[in-house]
């Protein structure tokens, strides 16, 4: 018989994304809304679906969801590319523009996906460090940028798992300085007080990511998009899979964006909790950063992230665990949830902390 063929490369010790599955009462961990989409939403999905040809092959283009999308960031649709999730669209950026002998820039701690996909299609990865208070440092990404010269360079705005912000002056700077194509992910822009959006142009080797699991309270759709040059969009096309993106999503993209106004509400909501949780946090025994996202970051002065983590799970409340990230010992990051559900946590808190 013969034996099983080696992998093609080397990922050694490699490992993929893992967000823990506890069954708790309270979940707070992976920064999805806490709000289901509107009953409107719904209904207006389920009529469309009764009407729609499963026998056939969904819109390869997806192009009524592209224009919807477009609309809506005042671009145009071939500006606009769509995926299974922002991470997809991350992958495909990397099938475009990675790969062997090419690297891309990231700089710790930030979003763990980005440096995770850049190993999987064997894209070196230069890691910058970011200052001691998780600001951006730009004479290291002179630095970073200058070696390594990378055709991809990663900014997180706001920054994943940190929760600050870029400001323009600092990414309009990384842009300047940028050898290749540009890439912001905004998965948690709605939450901020700018969008790099308003720098996308044709002539501008920037990117801007989005996702749909976080304000528009569908993660269990997987969906996401840029917004770029339409030349950087017509490269995408070409890597990704035939009918990559499926009937069902499409719709449901779509018509979520006719509740625009509602999402906006919940977002101001959830900027209140926000602050609101941070102000909570400052008074207890435990370190946090400033956030422009729809988490928290803290760390415990007094007891090991992981005690604390395990203790909160003990109580039925489970946040991330962010102990082993780069230069994050002993973090823990807490998503808003509902007020109910950041009184459970900050109850069970006071009490581990005691």
Not at 122 to 144: H, I, W
Not at 303 to 324: F, K, P, Y
């Amino acid at each position: 018989m013969a034996a099983f063929p080696e992998p093609a490369g080397n990922l050694g010790e490699l490992e993929g994304y893992h967000s823990p599955q506890v069954d708790v009462d309270v979940r707070l961990n992976t920064n999805e809304s806490p709000y289901p989409p509107p009953r409107e939403w719904v209904g207006e999905l389920v009529a469309e679906l009764e009407r729609t040809q499963f026998h056939r092959y969904p819109d390869r283009a997806a192009r009524a969801l592209r224009e919807a999308l477009a609309e809506l960031h005042g671009v145009r649709a071939d500006q606009v590319f769509a995926a299974n999730g922002s991470n997809e669209v991350l992958q495909t950026l990397f099938l475009t523009y990675g790969g062997p002998g090419r690297a891309c820039a990231v700089f710790e701690p930030t979003y763990a996906m980005h440096s995770q996909i850049g190993h999987q299609t064997f894209t070196g990865v230069a890691v910058g460090q970011r200052a001691e208070d998780f600001t951006l440092d730009v004479t290291e990404v002179k630095r970073v940028l200058g070696d390594a010269q990378p055709s991809i360079t990663f900014l997180c705005s706001p920054n994943n798992p940190t929760g600050r912000g870029e400001p323009r002056a600092v990414v309009e700077e990384v842009m300047r300085l940028a050898p290749g194509l540009m890439v912001v992910d905004e998965a948690y822009a709605q939450f901020s007080s700018w969008t790099a959006l308003e720098l996308v142009s044709d002539d501008v080797p920037l990117v801007v990511t989005r996702t749909y699991s976080k304000t528009w309270s569908m993660a269990g759709s997987r969906l996401g998009y840029l917004v770029g040059p339409a030349s950087v969009v017509s490269e995408l096309e070409k890597r990704v899979l035939p009918y990559h993106l499926d009937a069902v999503k499409q719709v449901a993209g779509r018509l979520a964006l006719r509740h625009t106004a509602e999402m906006e509400e919940r977002v101001a909501a959830l900027v209140a909790e926000r602050e609101r949780l941070q102000g909570e946090l400052a008074a207890m025994a435990v370190e946090t950063w400033p956030s422009e996202a729809n988490f928290v970051l803290f760390r415990p002065l007094d007891r090991t992230g992981d005690e604390v983590w395990q203790a909160l799970v003990d109580r039925g409340v489970l946040v991330r665990n962010c102990s082993s990230w780069p230069r994050l010992g002993d973090c823990l990051r807490v998503t808003v949830g509902t007020r109910a559900e950041d009184d459970r946590f900050l109850a069970a808190l006071r009490e581990v902390l005691a």
